[in-house]
Structure formats: C-alpha cells, structure tokens
C-alpha cells in the first residue's frame, strides 16, 4: 500500500504564495503520475495539476496555468506544487494522488490518495 502525505497548506492573503508538498511512503512504485486535485465547499473534486514519472511531463488546469507549477523529486518520494498569485477562489482542501503509468486529469484514475491539506487564500 501506498501512504500519501500533504503539508505545506494554510492562510494566506491574496497575491501570496504556498507550496505544498506531498510525500510517498510504504510499497512506492517507480513509473508513477502524480496529480494535484482540490475540493472546495459544495463542489466537487477538480483537477489542479499533473506531472509525469520523469517529471518531463506536466499539465494544468486552464485556472491556475502560469500561476502553479508542479515538480518531483524522486529521489525523496516527493511531489510539489508551487502556488503563485494565490486567489480567493483557490480556496479549498488539496488532495495529491497517485497511479502507475501516465498522468490523468480525472480523479477517478487515481489509486492512492493523500488526506488532504486546507488552503485558505483571503481576500
């Protein structure tokens, strides 16, 4: 099984930044996608970004492209995403995931999921 950890959200004021990480531990698998979703109150779960096992690979959801930035660093089991221009609609709890083989950007393709880490953006 695979054990997913986030860290890194909280309160920040609009046009500020965070960085979220998210570490893998247990039976990890090389050869992985990893993907950022969030989930904001009465919504359902959206798909922020996504990055290949290389890290050669990424996408974004059209509301955050040019302002987060997802990275890996396999070495540590790790996965960022680097959250510029923070809005108040980014408000919402983030979930990193994880799958064997290419990226998705639909959360039902995921296999392993993190508990989530509240990111509160004021305006």
């Known amino acids: 099984q695979v054990q997913l950890v986030e860290s890194g959200g909280g309160l920040v004021q609009a046009g500020g930044s965070l960085r979220l990480s998210c570490a893998a531990s247990?039976?990890?698998?090389?050869?992985?996608?990893k993907g950022w979703f969030r989930q904001a109150p009465g919504k359902e779960r959206e798909f922020v970004a996504a990055i290949s096992w290389s890290g050669g690979n990424t996408y974004y959801a059209d509301s955050v492209k040019g302002r987060f930035t997802i990275s890996r660093d396999n070495a540590k089991n790790t996965v960022y995403l680097q959250m510029n221009s923070l809005k108040p609609e980014d408000t919402a709890v983030y979930y990193c995931?994880?799958?064997?083989?290419?990226?998705?950007?639909?959360?039902?393709?995921?296999?392993?999921w993190g508990q989530g880490t509240q990111v509160t953006v004021s305006s």
């Open positions: 995931a994880a799958r064997p083989g290419g990226y998705r950007i639909v959360a039902a393709e995921y296999d392993y």
């Open positions: 247990g039976r990890t698998f090389s050869n992985n996608s």
